[in-house]
Antibody, heavy 119, light 107 residues
Framework: QITLKESGPTLVKPTQTLTLTCTFS??????????VGWIRQPPGKALEWIAL???????HYSPSLNSRLTITKDTSKNQVVLTMTNMDPVDTATYYC???????????WGQGTLVIVSS | EIVLTQSPATLSLSPGERATLSCRAS??????LAWYQQKPGQAPRLLIS???NRATGIPARFSGSGSGTDFTLTISSLEPEDFAIYFC?????????FGQGTKVEIK
């Protein structure tokens, strides 16, 4: 059974750095074709893909957020970590961790974690 | 960046009726388009991949069609549990992009 679970702070102040961790089970991020990433959704709004990291450490970032993002993996811990710098209230959203296999669509999602950016 | 435009924004229908949702891409995505369903407080669920392939466990009343820039999700006969928001997504090019969603609400 595949599971993904997001963890991190619920409240972040403007200008601070957000660190989110995705802890997963049921698959390995060292398997060819596997990628784990992040998608966010502001309250009542659309989904926005943020970043993906592949089994071979290849990384892709949203161009609009690229300068603020870093995604890393710890294969031994089954974790992926996303850092986003210089947080702003517009970054308030539910952040989902997702699994991608063989460059296909997102079948497996975490439950999401709400991050509020406010002073 | 490929922009996906969904229409209508809201679809008001009754159970048993047919729902037709549209997703238009700003450039061709070939057949690399998916549809997701999202209910309040839940993560999205993949319904259809690569235009017309139903994901595991998705009922046959959901079907997808189209190619290039114009795609359609059809729900043949709405069940009470189908009232939700539907998003399309493309995987043809980076960055991966989603449409803004269509809400299917009870009339």
């Amino acid at each position: 059974q595949i599971t993904l679970k997001e963890s991190g702070p619920t409240l972040v102040k403007p200008t601070q750095t957000l660190t989110l961790t995705c802890t997963f089970s049921g698959f390995s991020l060292s398997t060819s074709g596997v990628a784990v990433g992040w998608i966010r959704q502001p309250p009542g709004k659309a989904l926005e893909w943020i970043a993906l990291i592949y089994w071979n450490d290849n990384k892709h970032y949203s161009p609009s957020l690229n300068s603020r993002l870093t995604i890393t993996k710890d294969t031994s811990k089954n974790q992926v970590v996303l850092t986003m710098t210089n947080m702003d209230p517009v970054d308030t959203a539910t952040y989902y961790c997702v699994l991608r296999r063989d460059d296909r669509f997102f079948v497996n999602w975490g439950q999401g974690t709400l991050v509020i950016v406010s002073s | 960046e490929i922009v996906l435009t969904q229409s209508p924004a809201t679809l008001s229908l009754s159970p048993g009726e047919r729902a037709t949702l549209s997703c238009r891409a700003s450039q061709s995505v070939s057949s690399y388009l998916a549809w997701y369903q999202q209910k309040p407080g839940q993560a999205p669920r993949l319904l259809i991949s690569d235009t017309s392939n139903r994901a595991t466990g998705i009922p046959a009343r959901f079907s997808g069609s189209g190619s290039g820039t114009d795609f359609t999700l059809t729900i043949s006969s709405l069940e009470p549990e189908d009232f939700a928001i539907y998003f399309c997504q493309q995987r043809k090019n980076w960055p991966l992009t989603f449409g803004q969603g269509t809400k299917v609400e009870i009339k």
